[in-house]
């Protein structure tokens, strides 16, 4: 199975790190691929550069695959629900890609052409942040299915 990360902005040392670490973990269950687009700064405005990132992230997809897009409006899982999808994705034997928009979220034209929308909740969380935790609960969700004690919860 392969996982695409495509998201926009370079981590910071601490944040990339801890992408790091959980990227070493996951490889024992899934191939992860990342791609890093450029911020738009210097497009005239919020929608011009959520617009801009957009054809840059999508430039980056692998063919054919399921597009996964974190938006607040999306389904909020549990990491047994998660779980859960990673299982129905790993079935339906197509790449993943998970598309994580800037600091001004993703155009509305690129969550429209999403297969499903996850949520991490209400909050607002800064990109590089919500990298960070998609990472971790894709590390566990893999726990999960295979069983393994990292998981806790109920």
């Given amino acids: 199975m392969l996982i695409a990360l495509l998201a926009v ?23 992860l691929t990342e791609f890093e687009v450029r911020e738009a700064v210097r497009a005239p405005g919020a929608a011009a550069r959520r617009t801009d990132e ?6 980056k997809r ?8 974190l938006a607040r409006d999306g389904q909020p899982w549990s990491s047994t629900e998660l779980a859960r999808q990673v ?3 790993r079935l339906a034997a197509r790449p993943i890609a998970l598309v994580i928009g800037g600091s001004h979220g993703i155009v509305p034209s690129l969550l429209r052409q999403a297969d499903r929308r996850w949520s991490l909740g209400p909050l607002t969380l800064p990109h590089e942040l919500a990298r960070v935790v998609v990472m971790e609960q894709l590390y566990r969700a893999f726990t999960i299915l295979h069983g393994e004690p990292y998981h806790k919860g109920g």
């Fill in 54 to 59: 957009a054809a840059r992230l999508s430039a």
């Fill in 9 to 31: 902005g370079r981590l910071r040392p601490y944040y990339r790190d801890a992408c790091n670490d959980y990227a070493l973990r996951l490889r024992r269950h899934v191939r």
């Fill in 62 to 69: 692998p063919e054919g695959s399921t597009l996964i897009c």
């Fill in 87 to 89: 299982d129905r994705w």
